[in-house]
């Protein structure tokens, strides 16, 4: 890929920054969204978990996504393999509109422990997956560590996760050369410069380990990526990791940042059989059909 092209998404996520930074903005902490409205057979609270698919799954949508546009294709294609699926809005910061995902992500992951309990009451289960896309992915680790997730959370299935932070291609590394610029990012999309690497949030979120007992954990990538970089900083350390490079599964796979998580079908059967890995088949570049 040309060097031009791949610096098109980390561009366009700091023209959103930017954006966001213009809009005023006070407290940066959000309230707990309602759950979004049932979309095409999820978010439905009257979804009884199979003996099949005894746990409900739990979407967790990226930076500047929504409980809805992020999962337009990856919550259908659970449905129609049985599971119950729900999806959230988190990270709404006030006076900001239409994106989310923008808020601390310590304030984030409350809220996503706040709707975890509101789906297992619903199912009447003890614990429930979750399938989140790039800070969607990383985010869950908090409450998983620090909220008490641990307990209620069966797997942790990462696509294109900024586990360890981003650079952005190199991009975040400028930001050192504008006096005042992290200090603005902080205070205007903390969400944001939380995902840089190095940030005391990350810091603290990965000090000890990367996951925690009880738990199973999957990692998906694609080399492509160039909004999470270096893409093998998505991966993780620990004894129940799995993690997977997409092209090492379909070596035509082109899926970037963007892709991976919205309409990559060798990405989707990955998720399939980290949710239910009994029955798991290998992934070729044939299981876009599946």
């Given at each position: 890929?040309?060097?031009?092209?791949?610096?098109?998404?980390?561009?366009?996520?700091?023209?959103?920054?930017?954006?966001?930074?213009?809009?005023?903005?006070?407290?940066?902490?959000?309230?707990?969204?309602?759950?979004?409205?049932?979309?095409?057979?999820?978010?439905?609270?009257?979804?009884?978990?199979?003996?099949?698919h005894p746990?409900?799954?739990?979407?967790?949508?990226?930076?500047?996504?929504?409980?809805?546009?992020?999962?337009?294709?990856?919550?259908?294609?659970?449905?129609?393999?049985?599971?119950?699926?729900?999806?959230?809005?988190?990270?709404?910061?006030?006076?900001?509109?239409?994106?989310?995902?923008?808020?601390?992500?310590?304030?984030?992951?409350?809220?996503?422990?706040?709707?975890?309990?509101?789906?297992?009451?619903?199912?009447?289960?003890?614990?429930?997956?979750?399938?989140?896309?790039?800070?969607?992915?990383?985010?869950?680790?908090?409450?998983?560590?620090?909220?008490?997730?641990?307990?209620?959370?069966?797997?942790?299935?990462?696509?294109?996760?900024?586990?360890?932070?981003?650079?952005?291609?190199?991009?975040?590394?400028?930001?050192?050369?504008?006096?005042?610029?992290?200090?603005?990012?902080?205070?205007?999309?903390?969400?944001?410069?939380?995902?840089?690497?190095?940030?005391?949030?990350?810091?603290?979120?990965?000090?000890?380990?990367?996951?925690?007992?009880?738990?199973?954990y999957t990692?998906?990538?694609?080399?492509?990526?160039?909004?999470?970089?270096?893409?093998?900083?998505?991966?993780?350390?620990?004894?129940?990791?799995?993690?997977?490079?997409?092209?090492?599964?379909?070596p035509v796979?082109?899926?970037?940042?963007?892709?991976?998580?919205?309409?990559?079908?060798?990405?989707?059967?990955?998720?399939?059989?980290?949710?239910?890995?009994?029955?798991?088949?290998?992934?070729?570049?044939?299981?876009?059909?599946?």
């Amino acid at each position: 890929m040309l060097p031009w092209k791949r610096l098109l998404r980390p561009l366009a996520a700091l023209l959103l920054t930017v954006a966001a930074v213009l809009v005023p903005v006070t407290t940066a902490g959000a309230a707990a969204a309602e759950p979004a409205a049932s979309h095409q057979g999820w978010n439905d609270y009257s979804c009884e978990p199979s003996a099949a698919h005894p746990r409900p799954v739990v979407l967790v949508h990226g930076t500047f996504g929504n409980s809805v546009d992020n999962w337009l294709a990856l919550a259908p294609y659970l449905v129609n393999r049985g599971y119950c699926v729900f999806s959230l809005d988190y990270g709404q910061l006030p006076g900001v509109p239409l994106f989310h995902g923008l808020a601390p992500i310590a304030d984030s992951a409350g809220q996503l422990q706040v709707f975890v309990d509101r789906v297992l009451t619903a199912t009447g289960t003890a614990k429930a997956d979750l399938v989140g896309h790039s800070q969607g992915g990383m985010m869950p680790r908090y409450y998983l560590k620090f909220l008490g997730g641990a307990a209620k959370v069966n797997s942790l299935v990462g696509i294109a996760p900024d586990n360890h932070g981003t650079t952005l291609n190199g991009l975040a590394n400028l930001l050192p050369y504008f006096p005042g610029a992290e200090d603005l990012l902080s205070l205007a999309v903390p969400g944001v410069a939380d995902q840089l690497a190095g940030s005391a949030f990350l810091t603290k979120l990965n000090a000890g380990g990367d996951t925690v007992p009880g738990v199973h954990y999957t990692v998906i990538a694609t080399q492509y990526d160039e909004v999470v970089t270096p893409y093998r900083s998505q991966f993780l350390s620990g004894s129940d990791v799995h993690n997977v490079l997409v092209q090492t599964l379909c070596p035509v796979d082109l899926s970037e940042h963007l892709a991976i998580g919205l309409t990559d079908r060798i990405a989707f059967h990955e998720v399939a059989n980290a949710l239910d890995p009994a029955h798991a088949t290998a992934t070729t570049c044939t299981s876009v059909f599946d």
